[in-house]
Each structure stands twice: as C-alpha cells, then as structure tokens.
C-alpha cells in the first residue's frame, strides 16, 4: 500500500506478523510500535508449533474465504461440511471463525446450543456422529449480544477454538471465516500455518464490485503462501420459478468469475444460481443439498464439493506434510 | 474540548450519519451511495467517508476509483464527484498504488488509519458526512464511533437483508449502539422482492419482512423496504447516479424515502 505521506506505517513496516513487528528498527517512532512489541499483533512462534502439534490429527483443513460480504462463504461452508460429512467413515469438524457475525449456529440447526466443558477442553456441538461444529454463537447468552471486540481478543479466542477444543480425530476440517484480510485471516493462518492448510476455496459473487474485493482476497492468499483450491462463483443467474426465465440479478458486468479466474490464473470449481430455496434452508437450519435435491443449485453444489474432496486426497495428509 | 473541535477539519460538517450492518454484502455501501445522491438531488453538499479498509466499494460505485487524493495544508483533500463538488469522498481505495493490492492489517493500523480519516480529510462545509462501514462490530465501528463521539453523530441506518441469518447479525448490531449510545435513525429491509422483468412475477429471493419485524421489536423506526433491482446493481457496477437516470425503476421511490426521513431527523434536531 502506498504509504500516504504521514501514514500510521512505516516505510518498512516489518508487518505485524513477523517475529520483529514492533522490534525492527524502522518500528522507531510507530504509533503501533508499544502494541506490536506486547505481542498484540501476532502470535510467538513458539505458541503456533504448540498449536500444529495439537491439531496433528486433523487430515485436511479447508478455509472459505471471500473478501466481500454476503456472498455465501458460511452457506458454502455448512454445506461442504454436510457433503463432506456424508460419507460416514469420514470425521468432518466445521469451525467458525466469524467472531461479530456467527451465522454456522443457526444454518447447522444448532441455535441456543451451548458449549460444554469436558476433561479436555470445550466439547464442540454434534449435529451428527461424525460432523462437529464450533463457534462464538455457542457461548453468547442471548441473541442479542454483541461481540463488541478488538483484534487482540477475536485472536485470542480463535487460538482457544484451535487449542482447547477437544475435536478428536479428524479427516476434515472446514473454517469459515468473515470477510476481509485482517486479523481473523491472519491469525488463523499463522496459528495453523500456511503449508498445514490443503488450500482456501474463495466465494465471490458475479458482479464487479464483488470481484475487486476478491482479486485482494486472491492476493492475500499470494502473500501468505496460501494455497488456492479454487474460486465458486455463487448467486449466478436467477430462474424465476413461475416463468423460468433466466434474470441477472447481480450481472456479471466484467466477465464475472470466469474472467477472473482465466486472468490471475486460479481455477473456477464452479458456480451456483440463486435459488431462494437455499436461503430458506439456511434460515431453518437444515441441508439445503438433502431438502431440495433436485436443484440444479444441488447438482452444482455437489460437483463442487466433489472437485475439492479430489483437491484434498491428492495432496498429502497432515501426518506426512510435518514429517 | 470546545477548542479541538473549534479547529477541526469536521467543524463545518453539519450532520454525521453512520451506514451500520452486522451482515455482509447486505447493501451498506449501496445504502450510503444512494443516499448522498438523493441528499445532492434535493440540493445538500454531501460528503462519505468509507472506513472499509479491506474491501472498500465506495470509489468504484461512483466511478473514480482511479483518483488520488492530494495533502493540503490542513490534511487531506477529498475526492470530488462532479464539477460542482456536491459529493466528496475519502477512502483506502485512493491511497492504494494497485486496485487490486490487498489491505493486510491487523486492528492496531486500521484503528490508526481511521483517526486520521476522522481528523485529517479538509471536508470543507458539508450538509451530510455519510460513514459507510464494513459489517461487524470490531476494531473499525469502535474506532469510528470514539473517534467521532466529539461530533456528536445524528445517528445510524442499519440495514438488513430479510432472511433470519442476516437479521439476527443486525440485532446484534443494534446492541452495539444501545451501548456505544449511538442513536438508531432507523432499519432498512433491502433486496426484499425480485419482480421478474419476463413475466412480473415477485419472488421473495431473501425472504419477506424480517427487517420490519426487527425493527417492531426493537422499537425502532423501520426506513423502507427496497427491492431486489436488476438496474441499482447495474448502476452501481458503472458508477452512474442511479437517482437522477432511473426514477422509474422499482427501487427508486423506497431510496428517496430513506433519503427523506434522514433529512427529516437532521431538521428536527437543527430546530
Ligand atoms: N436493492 C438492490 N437491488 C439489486 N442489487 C443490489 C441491491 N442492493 C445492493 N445490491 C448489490 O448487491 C451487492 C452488495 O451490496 P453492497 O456492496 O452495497 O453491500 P455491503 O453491505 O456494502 O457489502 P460489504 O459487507 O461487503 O461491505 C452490490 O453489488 C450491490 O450493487
Ligand atoms: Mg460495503
């Protein structure tokens, strides 16, 4: 970013990531440099290998990632889970790390569940025998509190969903996460740690303005070595369900995610209509895939589930990768 | 203190009004774009500034995402709309050397950033300052409702979409004004109902209605229910003034009326 002239950074900012934020010499003089130095920004390294080894049974780990809002990642997110979670020799564990704005409670049918504690940690919520789930949704009393936090707390509960819940076993893990690149993104990435990640599957939706926030979404997964599974393209093209005509309700004014994916070189897993059954699933709290499975929303859903699951067995399991 | 504020460059501001949503992709920055363009229609000079640090949308709905803006003596020098200078805006879209460059900041930065969005822009004399936000309720709403508490803001349109997980995030949000006692000016229920262009027929695409119940039960004013319009996103897609060009689109008459209460609320209080 440009360093407008009297910017809050420093030239060489050594980003708050690093192990030298608020320690390197160009930190001198920083506003932020007290709060980077106190650890506020990042975790120590030594806490993030603590953290991979406790999470070494987990198979894959698969995060939704959108740079803009309301464009399906936590749908996304349940559903993958559910499809995943199907076949049931597989263990699939579904966090949610959208610590303002927790939808995964009420879409997994789990709203007012609470969180127990056991010997080792927070038990997560079953919805099946091998689907687990955990949020910030399972500790609030009531549904109107607000999580009115700051970065140093949303990480610091993100590294508790990471090293006090007591997942078990698991061939899947799948993080949905809000919009944006901030500390959410960053902490869960630097607590797994990039290479430990199968890679992120991006939402967007057809439209431009949807597009310019995901190409910096793209761009961060660049910067943290993150692997990129693949762009779904969601809420494209609308069928009226009387006339079943076809609408553009959000056009795809600049080539959508097609002419995206062909010009930063990602690959397109495929894209979902809008079909007004989905968001009504959702709000009931039941699989839209097992409620309407003669969608062609389904079949596209399915494909796509179908298309990581293939990503993920290619690549080599947690065990090997730490070896 | 009387004296900062006399100094400032957010003295001639007359009305600060926040866009606020728990949701994403709810239509906030649609909310903020649409109303300065209603405010500029009935004559007020308007002024938005986006505290968007990742995902800023504000430059490219009005089609200037390739300006710059410029330091002057007493700060920054916002972006101006038209020739007349009815709408400036600032946002972290104009300080970015690529569009596509992602903003990777931990609270700390934005937090920073966003006080100098507060104090530093050279506003000049404005009617309305329109806060478009990214959804939620961390670092960037704190940081912006502290930062702007001195100026004593009209108040905050919150706006939904109708289905339930959208509306119990904005419940949520609501509780961040109880305690931050940032006024609710009012709910916007948007992208409720899609009217079919082949056989006008309306689906409820998001579902029907959740905007105004929450606002019935959290006893606030419910603004206006906008549809689902084909021609609003086209518009914000090309940065056209969507209030001037098509004032017989479905959308049009719920966009002026929000405009309208919000000009209500700010006369109230000026008398
Ligand atoms: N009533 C409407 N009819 C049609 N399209 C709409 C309507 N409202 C918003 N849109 C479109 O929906 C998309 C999302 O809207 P917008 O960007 O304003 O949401 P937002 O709440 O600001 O999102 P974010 O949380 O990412 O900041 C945009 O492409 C916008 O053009
Ligand atoms: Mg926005």
Same mark, same amino acid.
């Given at each position: 970013?440009?360093?407008?002239?009297?910017?809050?950074?420093?030239?060489?900012?050594?980003?708050?990531?690093?192990?030298?934020?608020?320690?390197?010499?160009?930190?001198?003089?920083?506003?932020?440099?007290?709060?980077?130095?106190?650890?506020?920004?990042?975790?120590?390294?030594?806490?993030?290998?603590?953290?991979?080894?406790?999470?070494?049974?987990?198979?894959?780990?698969?995060?939704?990632?959108?740079?803009?809002?309301?464009?399906?990642?936590?749908?996304?997110?349940?559903?993958?889970?559910?499809?995943?979670?199907?076949?049931?020799?597989?263990?699939?564990?579904?966090?949610?790390?959208?610590?303002?704005?927790?939808?995964?409670?009420?879409?997994?049918?789990?709203?007012?569940?609470?969180?127990?504690?056991?010997?080792?940690?927070?038990?997560?919520?079953?919805?099946?025998?091998?689907?687990?789930?955990?949020?910030?949704?399972?500790?609030?009393?009531?549904?109107?509190?607000?999580?009115?936090?700051?970065?140093?707390?949303?990480?610091?509960?993100?590294?508790?969903?990471?090293?006090?819940?007591?997942?078990?076993?698991?061939?899947?893990?799948?993080?949905?996460?809000?919009?944006?690149?901030?500390?959410?993104?960053?902490?869960?990435?630097?607590?797994?740690?990039?290479?430990?990640?199968?890679?992120?599957?991006?939402?967007?939706?057809?439209?431009?303005?949807? @597009?310019?926030?995901?190409?910096?979404?793209?761009?961060?997964?660049?910067?943290?070595?993150?692997?990129?599974?693949?762009?779904?393209?969601?809420?494209?093209?609308?069928?009226?369900?009387?006339?079943?005509?076809?609408?553009?309700?959000?056009?795809?004014?600049?080539?959508?995610?097609?002419?995206?994916?062909?010009?930063?070189?990602?690959?397109?897993?495929?894209?979902?209509?809008?079909?007004?059954?989905?968001?009504?699933?959702?709000?009931?709290?039941?699989?839209?895939?097992?409620?309407?499975?003669?969608?062609?929303?389904?079949?596209?859903?399915?494909?796509?589930?179908?298309?990581?699951?293939?990503?993920?067995?290619?690549?080599?399991?947690?065990?090997?990768?730490?070896? | 203190?009387?004296?900062?504020?006399?100094?400032?460059?957010?003295?001639?501001?007359?009305?600060?009004?926040?866009? @606020?949503?728990?949701?994403?992709?709810?239509?906030?920055?649609?909310?903020?774009?649409?109303?300065?363009?209603?405010?500029?229609?009935?004559?007020?000079?308007?002024?938005?500034?986006?505290?968007?640090?990742?995902?800023?949308?504000?430059?490219?709905?009005?089609?200037?995402?390739?300006?710059?803006?410029?330091?002057?003596?007493?700060?920054?020098?916002?972006?101006?709309?038209?020739?007349?200078?009815?709408?400036?805006?600032?946002?972290?879209?104009?300080?970015?050397?690529?569009?596509?460059?992602?903003?990777?900041?931990?609270?700390?930065?934005?937090?920073?950033?966003?006080?100098?969005?507060?104090?530093?822009?050279?506003?000049?004399?404005?009617?309305?300052?329109?806060?478009?936000?990214?959804?939620?309720?961390?670092?960037?709403?704190?940081?912006?409702?502290?930062?702007?508490?001195?100026?004593?803001?009209?108040?905050?349109?919150?706006?939904?979409?109708?289905?339930?997980?959208?509306?119990?995030?904005?419940?949520?949000?609501?509780?961040?004004?109880?305690?931050?006692?940032?006024?609710?000016?009012?709910?916007?229920?948007?992208?409720?109902?899609?009217?079919?262009?082949?056989?006008?027929?309306?689906?409820?695409?998001?579902?029907?209605?959740?905007?105004?119940?929450?606002?019935?039960?959290?006893?606030?004013?419910?603004?206006?229910?906008?549809?689902?319009?084909?021609?609003?996103?086209?518009?914000?897609?090309?940065?056209?003034?969507?209030?001037?060009?098509?004032?017989?689109?479905?959308?049009?008459?719920?966009?002026?009326?929000?405009?309208?209460?919000?000009?209500?609320?700010?006369?109230?209080?000026?008398?």
């Amino acid at each position: 970013m440009a360093d407008a002239a009297g910017g809050p950074q420093p030239e060489d900012c050594p980003g708050t990531g690093s192990a030298q934020a608020g320690r390197a010499a160009a930190c001198q003089g920083c506003p932020n440099q007290k709060l980077c130095a106190a650890g506020a920004a990042g975790p120590d390294p030594a806490e993030a290998a603590a953290l991979r080894e406790r999470l070494r049974c987990v198979r894959h780990v698969v995060l939704v990632l959108s740079g803009k809002g309301g464009v399906g990642k936590s749908t996304f997110s349940a559903l993958l889970a559910h499809g995943l979670a199907a076949d049931e020799s597989k263990q699939v564990a579904l966090l949610d790390i959208d610590i303002c704005g927790p939808s995964i409670p009420k879409m997994m049918g789990l709203e007012g569940e609470q969180v127990h504690q056991s010997g080792s940690g927070w038990s997560p919520v079953y919805v099946e025998e091998n689907l687990s789930v955990m949020s910030v949704g399972f500790l609030l009393s009531s549904p109107d509190d607000a999580v009115i936090w700051r970065g140093p707390k949303k990480n610091g509960l993100i590294k508790q969903f990471l090293r006090d819940v007591d997942w078990g076993e698991m061939d899947y893990l799948i993080i949905d996460t809000p919009p944006g690149t901030s500390d959410e993104h960053l902490s869960i990435v630097q607590y797994l740690g990039a290479s430990h990640v199968d890679g992120a599957v991006i939402i967007t939706t057809p439209q431009e303005v949807s @597009l310019q926030d995901v190409r910096k979404e793209i761009n961060f997964c660049h910067k943290v070595k993150l692997p990129i599974i693949g762009v779904v393209e969601n809420m494209s093209g609308f069928i009226c369900p009387k006339c079943k005509n076809e609408s553009q309700i959000f056009s795809p004014t600049t080539g959508g995610a097609e002419k995206m994916c062909q010009n930063l070189n990602v690959s397109l897993l495929g894209k979902v209509p809008l079909d007004p059954q989905i968001g009504k699933s959702c709000d009931k709290g039941q699989s839209f895939l097992s409620e309407a499975p003669e969608s062609p929303a389904t079949s596209s859903y399915r494909n796509i589930i179908q298309r990581i699951q293939e990503y993920c067995d290619l690549q080599h399991t947690q065990e090997e990768k730490t070896i | 203190s009387a004296e900062v504020i006399g100094a400032s460059n957010l003295s001639g501001v007359r009305h600060v009004v926040l866009v @606020l949503s728990g949701k994403g992709g709810v239509g906030k920055s649609t909310v903020a774009t649409q109303l300065a363009l209603a405010l500029r229609q009935a004559g007020k000079k308007v002024g938005i500034l986006d505290v968007d640090l990742c995902g800023p949308s504000i430059p490219r709905m009005f089609r200037v995402q390739d300006s710059a803006v410029h330091q002057c003596d007493s700060g920054w020098v916002p972006v101006f709309v038209d020739q007349e200078k009815s709408i400036s805006l600032m946002s972290i879209g104009f300080l970015l050397e690529k569009p596509d460059d992602a903003v990777v900041w931990r609270g700390p930065k934005k937090n920073a950033l966003i006080k100098q969005f507060v104090t530093d822009v050279a506003w000049g004399d404005l009617d309305f300052l329109i806060v478009d936000t990214p959804p939620g309720t961390s670092d960037e709403h704190i940081s912006t409702v502290e930062a702007l508490r001195p100026y004593k803001p009209l108040g905050a349109i919150l706006v939904t979409t109708p289905q339930e997980v959208a509306v119990g995030d904005v419940r949520r949000e609501l509780t961040f004004c109880k305690k931050t006692g940032l006024r609710v000016l009012g709910i916007v229920e948007n992208m409720s109902g899609f009217v079919c262009p082949h056989c006008s027929e309306c689906t409820n695409v998001f579902s029907k209605g959740g905007g105004e119940e929450l606002a019935k039960y959290a006893g606030v004013p419910f603004l206006g229910s906008v549809p689902l319009d084909p021609q609003l996103s086209q518009s914000l897609e090309e940065g056209r003034d969507f209030i001037r060009e098509f004032p017989k689109s479905s959308a049009f008459p719920a966009l002026l009326h929000i405009a309208q209460q919000v000009s209500d609320s700010a006369s109230q209080r000026s008398s």
